[in-house]
């Protein structure tokens, strides 16, 4: 690949089109919990994990091709179409009733590992300016998404002679074995400004799928202060993010890529847990809140900020081994579930806890980093 006149990539409309799937998808899955009033057995809890920690990893295998080998070109137009469409057959099968749907949604899945796969092996044989390291790379990424495939497909009939579930074990080696590529990303970095933009949209998607699910808040049964509480909650969730990304990353890092989709596959987790942890708060009984919903999320909040800590591995040299940032923030969440478990029962008291915890946590931020930037941007609009 000609390293010389490198050219900076844009996020593709077709790109964003095909994040919208992700979304539905998440739609789906989290649907699992719509009928739910008190909290939610732990097996219901596995299956709502995996099923999405399937979904963001078709997401991060395409992100990481598209982000490198991508190309205005029929055949990867094509290639994204395809898997939309086998993606609805995944998210018609992802609900409660999963293994009832088992040939449904793990052929569609192991057809989306397929063309993946092809699209890897078509790009080493007939793609342009590569050299021996991009071969190797699509050679192996080819012969993972095959594997994966090959074991996703094989699950299918051990299944219906059997009842096993074995295509945990394909999601776990895909996972593994990407993170063993490692190796080979590192030699050459990613185009980083399209792959972080690329998982900001994805961010602001699920944090839309979010504001669709606070929407339980906003009926005539909830009061105005909660419906309040928790619309802020989400609004600085969500600058936080935008504020780390605007002023804090550094667009220009020379990295694999690998470890920052990784954070936001957990990322993406995270922001959707936390979804799921707030519409089953709504449904509080006459506003007090059981102990394992406090605790569910506290869990995703943490998460969420322990997560948006871990992306400062890629900020911009002024902000390097902040320590101090760090463990303030790790002080502000333990305190807040230290009153969570406390008075978390009580919807209004744990809906101002987390309220102060969020803004708390946006202000230190924006205090701490605003002398090392010249100019503090949100989204390019606010100064």
Known sequence: ????????????????????????????????????????????????????????????NTTMFFNRYGRKSLRDYISIF???????????????????????????????????AYRNWDKMYFGTHLDELDHRILRSNCTTMLVEAVIILLSIPIHQLTGIVVSPVALIFGYIAKALEHRLYRQ????FPHLSERCLLLVILTFGEM??????????????????????????????????????????????????????????????????????????????????????????????????????QYCKPAFHKDGQFIGIVFSILLMYALFMLLGGHSMIVGGLTTIIMVYGILIFAIHTHKGRLKKLQFGGYLE
Not at 82 to 111: P, Q, T, V
């Open 211 to 312: 504001i669709i699910g606070i929407s339980s808040f906003f009926t005539e049964q909830q009061s105005l202060i909660h419906n309040v509480m928790a619309f802020l909650i989400v609004i600085g969730m969500f600058l936080l993010y935008g504020f780390f990304y605007d002023n804090v990353l550094d667009h220009n890092r020379n990295t694999s890529g690998l470890g920052y989709l990784t954070i936001h596959v957990a990322l993406i987790l995270a922001i959707n847990s936390t979804t799921i942890a707030l519409e089953l708060v709504a449904r509080a009984s006459e506003g007090m809140v059981e102990f394992q919903k406090s605790l569910f999320l506290v869990l995703t909040m943490a998460a969420y900020y322990c997560l948006i800590l871990l992306t400062e």
């Open 188 to 191: 050459r970095s990613v185009d």
């Open 1 to 60: 690949m000609d390293q010389g006149k490198k050219v900076e990539k844009k996020v593709e409309y077709v790109e964003l089109f095909y994040d919208l799937i992700f979304v539905y998808s998440l739609r789906t899955i989290n649907a699992l919990f719509h009928d739910v009033e008190g909290f939610p057995p732990l097996g219901l809890i596995a299956t709502f994990l995996f099923l999405t920690v399937v979904i963001l990893q078709v997401w991060y």
């Open 82 to 116: 395809i898997n939309m469409y086998l993606l609805y057959y995944m998210a018609d099968g992802a609900n409660s009733e999963w293994l009832n749907h088992y040939i449904r949604y793990h052929g569609a899945w192991g057809l989306i590992m397929l063309n993946l």
